[in-house]
């Protein structure tokens, strides 16, 4: 494994362990708002705090950029850390959340590590180097459309002005898939499609450490990842599109006639 992933999947694992003995005091978490359905507890904190502290140590000169806590994306090596992927699903018991750690070299996404610490599943990629789920190399299986398709999303929750254009992807969609899945940590998401648990994926208004492991990891494994265009816009618009070749052009085509201003590409 290529130390730069090896250091991820440490930062990751050591960051799950601190998530997973909190669990069973989830009453007692000291909790903020920071926006509508927006949250933050004291374990995303300790969990940033601890990847970054793995980071620093094994990498002084690299750049870290953290949901929680900010950072500079300037630099030649650029680490983009979401320590607890789905904290909503975390504060209420709900056993779907992870660990999610990407490395951009030079602007492009070149490491790529996530982590659940409930089932203690791992994937991991790197560029040109592939994507392996439990160390075993991934290939995503071709799929022609999205008829019998299964199809993972997010709900814009906190971006109410595009609830009815969501709203009408959602039911194109709905109206042709095989089935659809929305369980609230958008990097399983993405893994789950780098191993072939779900064939597509797509939503509104991510951030850049939200995608950027599972975006490298389903290329690795030979799907596409893209905007709402069809472009590689993604980590600049937050809109992602993800699936093998042909599903990932019919469902940009399918949820393209409900882009409205104010959704970029």
Not at 34 to 44: I, L, Q, T, W, Y
Not at 173 to 195: E, K, P, T
Not at 221 to 237: H, K, N, P, S
Request: aromatic share 8%; charged share 25%.
């Amino acid at each position: 494994m290529h130390p730069m992933v090896n250091i991820a999947v440490r930062a990751a694992r050591s960051a799950g362990n601190i998530i997973v003995r909190h669990m069973d005091r989830l009453d007692r978490l000291a909790v903020e708002t920071k926006g509508e359905n927006d949250f933050v507890s004291e374990v995303d904190r300790m969990a940033e705090a601890e990847i970054r502290a793995i980071l620093q140590q094994a990498y002084p000169d690299h750049s870290i950029v953290g949901e929680e806590g900010g950072g500079n994306d300037s630099g030649e090596y650029v680490w983009l850390v979401d320590p607890l992927d789905g904290t909503t699903n975390f504060l209420r018991g709900f056993p779907q959340f992870a660990v999610s750690i990407a490395l951009k070299h030079r602007g492009a996404l070149d490491v790529g590590v996530i982590y659940d610490p409930v089932l203690q599943e791992l994937w991991t990629a790197k560029r040109g180097g592939g994507c392996t789920f439990e160390g075993r190399r991934m290939r995503m299986q071709p799929r022609p459309g999205l008829d019998n398709a299964l199809i993972g999303t997010g709900f814009p929750l906190r971006l109410r002005q595009y609830h009815e254009a969501y709203l009408g992807m959602f039911g194109d969609v709905f109206s042709r898939a095989g089935d659809l899945r929305r369980a609230g940590a958008a990097a399983l998401d993405l893994a789950y499609v780098a191993c072939g648990r779900l064939d597509g994926f797509w939503e509104i208004g991510l951030q850049p450490w939200d995608m950027g492991a599972g975006a490298l990891m389903i290329r690795e494994a030979g799907g596409i990842v893209g905007d709402f265009a069809g472009g590689d816009r993604y980590l600049e618009t937050g809109n992602i599109v993800a699936g093998s070749p042909r599903l990932f052009a019919d469902l940009v085509r399918t949820i393209g006639p409900h882009r409205v201003e104010g959704i970029r590409a």
